[in-house]
């Protein structure tokens, strides 16, 4: 059920006059703080029940239009800070699907894409069979406890003086280790072991963008190269144009990532962005729309980038309920594809304020020819600010 969230009220805007120089100096109740403030309003804390079917817990996530929700299980006369067992979100529960899947039928996805164009498919026949088959509607019918991510961290009242620098190292970075255990979101509990908070890395990367100053603010204006963010992974994982939605999330699940830049498959040039949040209101009812190419199926979403109209009017997708009007407001704000990029000669400072105002999880770094070279995530500017405070200035 939700729950109101008392606690910030009667909390003064805790954020210095002269801004945030330091994680260190900065304590998590003023970010909380700052964010209550900044919204407007107070956001329930939508909770699920471990027993709760994936077809319960998926729509009552579309209804509050949140991608996660911690889980819970046992009695209610237990408070939760003694129930919660994870968070689940529309990553974990197409991930537990996709592992369904695979266990009662065949499936042909290859280890990596086996060709450039994708593999060719009869749409109309890949969308009605997700629609309709038993597959989908048993796996609807599944526990919840069986999709439930480990992605995510507690903190509790008496901590709310922890400053930012040890919430961040300890709480999302898990100890500064590799990306395998980074956490993107964090439960705060009041006394009663209520859980009256979760705070998102998207939300301190939104306070530290606003408030930074002095050294926070100087390590921010240096570029990504000279900062060396985003660049040093070998390889940027992508998929191309005509693979199909499923496909795609099964690779994510695979690599470990949330979201990937479509290319085009003749020349790599970047097109734009797949993500958990292009799924969002993802319902069982919806699942046919993950046989769609992921261009055709991105350019229903955003139709503004069908210039001709030629994807909306052939589409196997084009009447969709998934696609509607009311449906497509809440998934993205852009009627049009989102392509959010930068060079690697750009201020990460720009690269924070494009996460920022376009409420994105990646920037895609390119080069002269727009293919991917890079992609700067929250976690890597958050890691940047920890790593860079825990190196004493000479």
Request: hydrophobic share 40%; aromatic share 6%.
């Amino acid at each position: 059920m939700p729950k109101d969230n008392p606690t910030t009220h009667g909390m003064e805007p805790a954020v210095p006059e002269g801004g945030v120089s330091k994680l260190s100096e900065t304590e998590l109740k003023t970010v909380l703080a700052w964010r209550e403030q900044e919204r407007g309003k107070e956001m329930p804390v939508v909770t699920l029940d471990a027993e709760d079917t994936v077809e319960e817990a998926l729509k009552k996530l579309a209804q509050h239009k949140i991608q996660s929700a911690p889980v819970l299980v046992g009695p209610e006369s237990v408070p939760p800070r003694d129930r919660m067992v994870g968070f689940a979100d529309v990553t974990s529960i197409l991930g537990a699907f996709i592992e369904y899947r695979s266990r009662v039928r065949t499936v042909s996805t290859a280890a990596e894409w086996p060709n450039p164009g994708g593999r060719p498919v009869d749409p109309i026949q890949q969308l009605r069979e997700l629609q309709e088959s038993h597959v989908t509607q048993d796996f609807a019918q599944t526990s919840l406890k069986n999709a439930i991510s480990t992605d995510g961290s507690v903190v509790y009242s008496a901590e709310m003086n922890v400053d930012l620098y040890t919430i961040l190292r300890d709480g999302f970075l898990d100890g500064n280790r590799d990306n395998s255990a980074v956490q993107h979101r964090l439960a705060v509990f009041d006394e009663q072991g209520d859980i009256v908070s979760v705070l998102s890395q998207s939300d301190v990367v939104k306070f530290l963008f606003h408030n930074a100053s002095g050294t926070l603010r100087d390590w921010l204006k240096e570029s990504v190269t000279t900062l060396d963010v985003g660049l040093d992974r070998g390889y940027v994982y992508s998929i191309p144009e005509n693979v199909l939605v499923l496909d795609a999330f099964a690779y994510m699940v695979r690599h470990h990532v949330s979201g990937l830049p479509v290319v085009q498959a003749t020349t790599g040039k970047i097109l734009g962005n797949l993500s958990a949040s292009d799924v969002r209101l993802l319902k069982p009812e919806f699942f046919g729309v993950l046989a769609l190419p992921v261009i055709e199926f991105l350019t229903l979403l955003h139709p503004a980038s069908d210039k001709n109209g030629d994807v909306c009017s052939s589409s196997a997708g084009a009447t969709h309920p998934f696609f509607s009007l009311e449906q497509r407001k809440w998934v993205q704000s852009s009627p049009h594809i989102p392509l959010v990029t930068c060079r690697p000669t750009d201020a990460l400072e720009d690269v924070v304020s494009k996460l920022v105002c376009h409420r994105m999880h990646r920037v895609y770094v390119v080069d002269d020819q727009s293919a991917p070279v890079g992609c700067i995530t929250l976690t890597d500017v958050l890691r940047l600010l920890v790593q860079k405070e825990a190196v004493p200035a000479f």
